[in-house]
């Protein structure tokens, strides 16, 4: 039978099956603790990656619904809404991923802007440099900014 080590780079299905029933098992001394510890430090970057992905995604429509009032339309209201949603229930299942809201709204912003340029042809001057939004404003259901 491959090492822990081995199965990790070889099968990280494998490896995470036998990791899972050597934990549950007791099983510490046996169990691959490095690789384990990497993959939950892991699990939690990707959740604040996420975070700014889904604020990437709700800043991405509300700078396009500001700047392309002409595009505005139910079915905007509609993502825009979703996009509300996803966001708090993120924050629901990791609430303490508010406490990094400021670094996850800049980078999303940044990253949103930078769509907003390619979607929308306009110039990247159009768009303010920094977040003309704040997180409350942004997921507040009454929030449509002109």
């Not at 970057?45 to 991405?60: A, G, I, S, W």
């Not at 509300?84 to 670094?103: A, C, E, G, I």
Request: proline share 6%.
């Amino acid at each position: 039978m491959p090492s822990n080590a081995t199965l990790y780079e070889t099968d990280f299905h494998a490896w995470a099956n036998e990791q899972a029933a050597l934990l549950r098992a007791g099983r510490l001394t046996e169990a691959d603790i490095e690789n384990i510890a990497e993959e939950i430090a892991t699990l939690g970057r990707n959740e604040k990656r996420e975070l700014v992905t889904r604020l990437e995604d709700l800043l991405l429509l509300v700078l396009k619904w500001r700047y392309q009032p002409a595009f505005r339309s139910g079915s905007w209201c509609s993502s825009i809404e979703e996009k509300r949603y996803l966001v708090n229930d993120h924050l629901k299942d990791s609430p303490s991923l508010r406490s990094q809201l400021d670094d996850a709204m800049r980078r999303a912003y940044r990253r949103a802007r930078l769509s907003a340029v390619q979607t929308t042809g306009f110039d990247p001057d159009t768009f303010p440099p920094t977040c003309p939004f704040t997180f409350d404003e942004a997921m507040n259901p009454e929030f449509w900014p002109e």
